[in-house]
């Protein structure tokens, strides 16, 4: 309904309109729109807010779609967007400013001529934020005294210390600086001899010559896969309720290659996007895809499979938003971005390229969903490739050949099929047979009840023969039937006779023998032969089956199933005929077992009734009613078929060794990003819901970034050209930023995650611009752009401090001194294991399991494999190959400031609290790693060398300089009063020895009590080595 | 503006926790004094005696508001108990049993295993499920609760909880986080930074978990983007209460005196040549492992408690029980942990939920009950607040045959049951309103972020001046959502 107010103002409005065209010339933006946006409207639609997802920071954000789905403004046309009838209308509720003063009739005027004009923006008014403008070289700035100085790098930041009265801290001792380098570039210390080495004969050239054996190093890449783990949220399980183990260890490999051979970060990213969209992809390009397949995914029962896809997409576009733009767009899920200029549109523009890949979760039986998605074999080496095809060959012979003898299985599946259909309405009648007479063999007593059962009492014998005489009117009998039936006068109430309290049976032997009248002689009857047995219930191992085994000495019983009825069927093998009705049969109930354990109530009954699906297990019947059937399951199914064919049988069981063979050999799977056929429609979603799709949208880029080549694929592939190309203003920024927050601590920008327009300003801005300029002019190389940081005399400043530069700079970020901060938890382990003699250096393969406390590998979620700690070389390999479940991370880590990787991660935080401090003193992994560094002294001195040697070679191994002779008397004392303690204390000397092996190759129990005991007390002493702030910082 | 005015100050004293401060938004000014103090740093605030720390007071003008409680003792039941057979009783739902449920509480609705048009379930008509009033206020709680019953007149029951997520992992992180996926900070680490800790010997936050972890694994006390010191610590019930606590074998308390003695006379020099303070503090984290070493081990035995203690809780010292784990946290308030958080798994009745109930009822109405009594009798009800929740609550419609011995109810999460008591919570109150069948709410309706408001406005925190900037944006607990149910506020 139209009010009052509402009615006068659209009347206003339109004399408003009809007199705009008598104001002048065309409008000037600056001098007469401006002022007032920026007076009236940007407190609420301005740089710092974005109330409905209007603000007037640029045009494009002004006509971009609000999050009411209306236009502000449409350029052209006044009375089509909301702008004019909103700051023309008197409604409380609609009008704006919603308080405060009104827009004069004259503003408005204005406002309403230059909408009409086509809106237009003054140049100037448009300056876009600096970082998304692509980078242009800085010339490199000029500096009077440059004696000090290196490279390129060295002159920005001297010129931002100049500024501030400041210089660059001369270079740090020459020890402690081949101990960063070398820990920068391969997180692993320096050995000692070549630090030796190296001060014997300092030189420039020798510097770089070390700087270069450490990028040649596979070490490198190992060190520099992490961070990038952490962006990728690389992980080895699923994450949350079920957290299921997942196989993509081949995506943390291809990493870590592809950094230690140099590979180009443009090319580096298009594969990690869409290397599975690249012309003829290679394995490797494949597997790069797995950077997108590393998000989480839930598979808790409930799950709504597509919700689940929805946020996979949602984390696969705020991680490359995050990681290659240095953009947080997962505000944009919802609405317009509050800050940034991106919109909602573009967010779903953007998803639209991730939108094409399938489902990962499943249905897989009743309410249980799994994981489950692309994945691909890895390649195998060619032995293992001969061998598997040998045995594929002989498998699809074998199967072959049980296709054909198999044949007639099939027949029998699809009769059992169309009989078990049938089945349910034709039930088996059962009809009791008339008991004519019955005797046993030990003279117990009987009575025949009513309902033609015999309950037997009197003597309890230890064995018993029931031989039962009836008489049978059916004229065909396919299958008989005893019950053993409780009865009150039973001990127990029955069945059996032997026991109150285990009323048990045991039938060992039931004959059936018939004769064609009631007057056939006994002698004349024939046994029938039985070929299948059922029963409602079997004691384990005393199947009902064994009642018809002719082995005297098994039989059926029912333990267990006390004080209940019970029956038990036998079919006969073929139907018996009887010419005369009232045949006779006999029935023979061996019972040997001893100790009275006979039936004490039982009745027999028979059927004329089509009996082949008799046998069918529950479980059968279950499987046939599953369209698609399992390994197990389709094994059950064939087990069941094949009974009566022994050739059949045993083909299985060929099968299946063959099977287990193929299986050992199975080569590991990673998983991989592929396209559907035919591509998804992408909607905008209303407020980020997956049930509420809106306009649909189509692949683009968002409008502020370089522009879209038409020539691109209208792909991931596409997108991923667009992203490295040399006119986006973000890539080479971001990603040379993340690097140098690696070794100085700190980026350029201090957010690495965030360049947008509420990040604080870089540090040193000409600097970033340089050095991403020079890492696309350098074709991409990432060595190059980390050799230039490390050559820099600003990398290789003393990282000592002093009041007044704690005071003038205390984040050190004007690089006023060398970075000095504690190493990642990676690096932590890492450089212990190293520094101990530890360290294995294998490389790459399925991640491993080193020690952990009990208790923390919980299985909370499915497939968990037990936590067994490796006793091989695989506990002692690096950080980056440790299983990562983000459910339970290794605890060790996580003290350390480790993510779980449920998200992207771009920079750690750095703390420093009392549960470190526990972790290295009292870890078993790190006890262990100071043990071996004594054990390594003391090789390495051959039991000889002064005490003051051996410890200043052990401190040397943590903190690569010659220690002073002050530090060594604190390690002595330590040592003189741990020997006399341990000297005395057994029992202590083997605890902290007891999980290390050797010592100089013989094992710790060959040493004398005296070795022992210097090793305990230098192990002592090392553990004080490897907590050092020293040790872990670099 | 989410920068704090008081972010300027933290930058003034940046020279000790550099990577600390970088982006510190929060209540400031006290949680920077509480970090300085709990680090041991050599500020000025920094009282030596752990006993004067625990007594301390929160510093209310350093508090958006007037906190109404100094800590948190928070039970959390995983898996969802079922609200309508314990506090929100329905005669109707009850009388209309077996019927199949009305269609708008099945069609176009998210339901995690109901898949057929169900029918409801009334709480059975027997002795052991009645609901009875219990003291002053006539609140109704069922008899399956008898301890709970007594302590009635403390608690304001918050009958019309809702949240948005009805699967475990992804409702149980936004119930702790207020985000429906990981990588957020939960609320225990929110108001660890935001108030610091009161005991040097101690972590600000401390998990208890009896059963298994809940399907959000660590996260649901996880630091997030907030720094890692204000995560939740676990304190285990087996092998050592908190990881690495115990010295390994061959190494005994005088010799770990001594490693660490020499560990910071060595530090101790590297200081002084280098002065880096970072290296300040990791002396202090030292000192303070070492005193942990002994403090942790001392609150974890609880067979000092007396005998009408062990009574009224029903603990069994040297066992692993929810029990224990009650005492335990009163142990922690005593001695100034800021948030405590209990878990307890196996509420999750998707079947047999009328013979399940019970039995998980037993294990925790004693020993909630004496909680809330002991906290009393000591005085520190008042300035201790505890919370029952869960991630969502139950469905009024059976799951399976309700009819059958073995039906249960499925996740619900558009009306549930939470409930406070102390720390400035009316007593004997009752929030909101469920409809007469329970599965919507009529009155006084408080979404999960209302309820995480309303906790911070209690310690005296304003939920929306919380935050912390990430990735470009301020975060706080409550998202973009959250208001202080004022009315249960006594």
Redesign the interface.
């Given at each position: 309904m139209l009010n009052l107010s509402k009615l006068f103002s659209i009347v206003g409005l339109a004399c408003i309109v009809l007199q705009v065209n008598s104001i002048g010339d065309e409008i000037d933006f600056d001098k007469q729109i401006k002022p007032i946006l920026d007076s009236r409207c940007a407190e609420c639609h301005g740089s710092a807010s974005r109330e409905g997802g209007l603000r007037f920071t640029s045009r494009d954000d002004a006509m971009v779609e609000l999050d009411s789905g209306k236009f502000a403004i449409v350029a052209g046309d006044p009375l089509v967007g909301s702008l004019v009838s909103r700051i023309s209308s008197r409604d409380p509720g609609e009008m704006m400013p919603p308080d405060g003063k009104r827009l004069t009739r004259s503003e408005i005027e204005l406002i309403v001529k230059w909408i009409g004009e086509g809106a237009k923006w003054s140049k100037s008014s448009e300056s876009k934020h600096w970082s998304y403008v692509a980078p242009v070289r800085p010339v490199v700035p000029a500096i009077e005294d440059s004696a000090q100085l290196r490279n390129e790098v060295d002159y920005f930041v001297a010129k931002k210390l100049a500024s501030q009265g400041l210089k660059l801290s001369g270079d740090a001792p020459i020890a402690q600086m081949l101990r960063r380098v070398s820990l920068a570039l391969t997180g692993l210390p320096p050995e000692v001899e070549v630090v030796k080495a190296f001060l014997r004969n300092p030189s420039e050239e020798k510097f770089e010559q070390f700087v270069d054996d450490c990028f040649d190093s596979p070490a490198y890449g190992e060190r520099w896969a992490t961070p990038w783990f952490d962006a990728a949220r690389y992980a080895d399980s699923n994450g949350y309720q079920a957290d299921q183990i997942r196989e993509s260890w081949a995506y943390r490999d291809w990493v870590i290659r592809s950094i230690n051979q140099d590979q180009p970060f443009d090319q580096f990213t298009i594969e990690q996007l869409a290397g599975d969209l690249l012309p003829n992809a290679t394995e490797d390009q494949r597997i790069a895809t797995g950077f997108h397949r590393t998000v989480t995914c839930n598979v808790e029962a409930g799950v709504h499979p597509e919700e689940n896809r929805v946020n996979q997409v949602f984390d696969r576009v705020n991680t490359t938003g995050t990681v290659f733009l240095g953009t947080t767009l997962e505000c944009c899920q919802c609405h317009n971005h509050k800050y940034d200029p991106f919109s909602q549109e573009e967010y779903f523009r953007l998803f639209s390229f991730f939108n094409n890949t399938p489902v990962e979760v499943k249905l897989t039986s009743g309410v249980s969903y799994d994981f489950y998605g692309p994945k691909m074999d890895l390649s195998v080496d060619e032995k293992t490739k001969l061998k598997r095809d040998s045995l594929i060959d002989e498998l699809a012979k074998l199967k072959q050949e049980k296709e054909r003898i198999g044949l007639a299985a099939r027949e029998k599946l699809d009769d059992l099929k169309s009989k078990l259909a049938s089945e349910v309405q034709n039930q088996i009648t059962w009809t009791p047979l008339q008991i004519l007479n019955f005797s046993t063999a030990s003279g117990e007593a009987h009575r025949v009840l009513d309902d033609q059962s015999v309950l037997v009492g009197g003597l309890l014998p230890g064995t018993s023969r029931y031989t039962v005489d009836v008489s049978n009117e059916l004229s065909l009998v396919t299958a008989v039937r005893i019950e053993a039936l409780t009865h009150e006068e039973l001990p127990g109430t029955g069945p059996g006779r032997g026991d109150v309290e285990r009323p048990n049976f045991i039938l060992s032997e039931f004959v059936v023998s018939a004769g064609s009248s009631l007057t056939a002689e006994v002698d004349e009857f024939e046994v029938i032969p039985l070929d299948e047995s059922f029963a409602d219930y079997s004691q384990k191992n005393w199947e009902v089956r064994k009642a018809i085994d002719g082995d005297q000495k098994t039989g059926w019983a029912i333990g267990q199933q006390f004080f209940k009825d019970h029956w038990a069927a036998f079919r006969f093998k073929a139907p018996l005929k009887l010419t005369n009705s009232n045949g006779r049969m006999r029935f023979l109930l061996d019972q040997n077992y001893g100790r009275g354990r006979t039936i004490g109530r039982f009745r027999l009954l028979a059927t004329a009734d089509d009996v082949s699906t008799l046998g069918v297990s529950d479980e059968i019947r279950n499987i046939l009613k599953l369209e698609k059937l399992n390994a197990g399951q389709q094994k059950k199914l064939d087990e069941f078929l094949s009974k009566g064919q022994p050739e059949l049988l045993k083909l299985q069981s060929r099968i299946s060794v063959v099977e287990k063979k193929l299986e050992a050999l199975k080569p590991p799977t990673t998983l991989v990003m592929q396209e559907m056929d035919k591509p998804r429609e992408t909607f905008k979603l209303t407020r980020g819901d997956y049930l509420s799709p809106g306009k649909k949208v189509k692949a683009g880029v968002p409008a502020v970034l370089h522009s879209w080549n038409k020539e691109l694929p209208d792909n991931r592939l596409g997108l991923a050209k667009w992203m490295v190309d040399p006119k986006n203003p973000l890539l080479a920024r971001v990603a040379v930023n993340r690097w140098w927050a690696s070794y100085f601590g700190r980026g350029l920008m201090a957010s690495g995650e965030d360049f947008g327009t509420q990040s604080e300003p870089a540090s040193h801005p000409m600097l970033l611009d340089w050095l991403a300029v020079e890492l696309m002019e350098s074709g991409w190389s990432r060595k190059h752009i980390h050799k230039l940081i490390v050559m820099s005399s600003t990398f290789r400043q003393t990282s000592q401090s002093n009041g007044d530069l704690n005071s003038r700079d205390p984040e050190n970020v004007l690089l006023s001194r060398g970075p000095r901060f504690r190493m990642p938890a990676e690096m932590i382990r890492d450089n212990a294991l190293a520094i101990s003699g530890l360290l294995s250096t294998k490389m790459g393969g399925p991640p491993v399991m080193p020690f952990q406390p009990d208790n923390i590998w919980r299985t909370v979620g499915r497939n968990g494999p037990k936590w067994n700690a490796a006793k091989d070389e695989d506990r002692f390999r690096r950080g980056v190959y440790v299983i990562w479940r983000r459910a339970a991370p290794y605890p060790s880590f996580v003290n350390f400031d480790a993510p779980d990787r449920a998200a992207c991660v771009i920079e750690r935080p750095r703390s420093n609290t009392p549960l470190q401090a526990l972790t290295l003193l009292n870890d078993q992994a790190f006890v262990e790693m100071a043990v071996a560094l004594a054990s390594t002294v003391v090789s390495r001195f051959e039991g000889a060398g002064e005490l003051r040697t051996q410890l200043a070679y052990a401190m040397q191994r943590c903190v690569a300089r010659v220690p002073e002779s002050d530090e060594v008397d604190v390690l002595q004392q330590l040592y003189e009063v741990e020997l006399s303690r341990l000297t005395q204390d057994r029992a202590a000397v083997d605890g902290l020895l007891r999980n290390n092996k050797a010592v100089s190759g013989n094992s710790i129990a060959e040493l004398t009590l005296s070795e022992r005991n210097h090793l305990a007390a230098l192990s002592v002493v090392c553990n004080v080595l490897l907590n050092l702030d020293e040790t872990i910082n670099y | 503006?989410w920068l704090h005015k008081n972010q300027r100050t933290s930058q003034d004293l940046?020279?000790t926790?550099?990577?600390?401060f970088?982006k510190l938004g929060g209540v400031g000014g006290l949680a920077l004094a509480s970090l300085f103090r709990e680090?041991g740093l050599g500020l000025s605030a920094s009282p030596a005696d752990p006993l004067l720390l625990s007594q301390a007071k929160i510093d209310t003008a350093q508090c958006h508001f007037p906190p109404r409680a100094k800590n948190v003792i928070y039970i959390h039941m995983v898996g969802a108990p079922s609200h309508l057979d314990l506090f929100d009783y329905k005669p109707e739902l009850q009388k209309r049993n077996g019927q199949l449920c009305p269609d708008e509480f099945f069609q176009g609705k998210?339901?995690?295993?109901i898949r057929q048009q169900p029918s409801l379930l009334g709480t059975p008509s027997k002795k052991e499920f009645e609901f009875s009033r219990c003291g002053q206020s006539g609140i109704r709680i069922s008899n399956l609760l008898p301890h709970l019953q007594q302590v009635a007149d403390e608690i304001t029951f918050n009958r019309g909880t809702y949240t948005d997520q009805?699967?475990?992992?992804?409702a149980q992180m936004m119930m702790l986080s207020g985000f429906q996926?990981?990588?957020r900070p939960s609320i225990g680490a929110w108001t660890s930074y935001g108030l610091g800790s009161e005991n040097k010997n101690l972590p600000s936050f401390v998990v208890l978990v009896t059963g298994?972890?809940?399907?959000?694994?660590?996260?649901a006390w996880?630091s997030g983007?907030l720094?890692?010191?204000h995560q939740g610590?676990e304190f285990?019930s087996?092998?050592?209460p908190?990881?690495?606590?115990?010295?390994?074998?061959?190494?005994?308390a005088?010799?770990?005196k001594?490693?660490?003695d020499?560990?910071n006379?060595?530090?101790q020099?590297?200081l002084l040549?280098?002065?880096?303070?970072?290296?300040a503090?990791?002396i202090d984290?030292?000192e303070?492992?070492?005193r942990?070493?002994s403090s942790v081990p001392e609150l974890m035995e609880i067979e000092s408690e007396t005998k009408q203690t062990h009574e009224m809780y029903g603990t069994s010292p040297g066992k692993s029980s929810f029990a224990n784990n009650c005492l335990l946290a009163r142990r922690l308030v005593e001695r100034g942990v800021r948030f405590v958080q209990l878990f307890d798994q196996g509420w999750d009745m998707h079947n047999s939920v009328t013979d399940r109930l019970p039995t998980k009822c037993k294990q925790v109405d004693r020993p909630i009950a004496a909680l809330i009594k002991d906290l009393k009798q000591r005085g520190l009800l008042d300035e201790t607040l505890v919370i029952w929740s869960s991630e969502f609550g139950r469905t009024p419609m059976g799951q399976g045959d309700v009819k059958a011995k073995n039906v249960g109810r499925d996740?619900h999460r558009e009306a549930f049951t939470t409930w406070m008591a102390g720390g400035g919570v009316k007593k004997g109150f009752v929030y909101g309103k469920s409809d007469e069948l329970g599965y919507g709410i009529v009155e006084d309706p408080m979404h999960v972020h209302d309820f995480n408001a309303t906790i911070m406005h209690l310690l005296g925190i304003d939920h929306e001046q919380l935050t912390f900037?990430?990735?470009?944006?301020p975060y706080r607990l409550t998202d973009i959502g959250g208001v202080v149910a004022d009315k249960i506020i006594a």
């Open positions: - | 503006m940046t020279l926790r550099r990577h600390l970088q680090t998210q339901l995690a295993f009805f699967n475990h992992a992804p996926r990981f990588g298994q972890v809940l399907g959000a694994g660590n996260s996880g983007f720094p890692t010191v610590v285990r087996k092998g050592d908190v990881l690495f606590l115990s010295n390994p074998k061959g190494i005994e005088e010799s770990r001594r490693t660490v020499a560990i006379k060595l530090n020099r590297q040549n280098l002065q880096d303070p970072e290296i503090t990791r984290q030292y303070l492992a070492y942990m070493q996740h900037k990430y990735q470009g944006r």
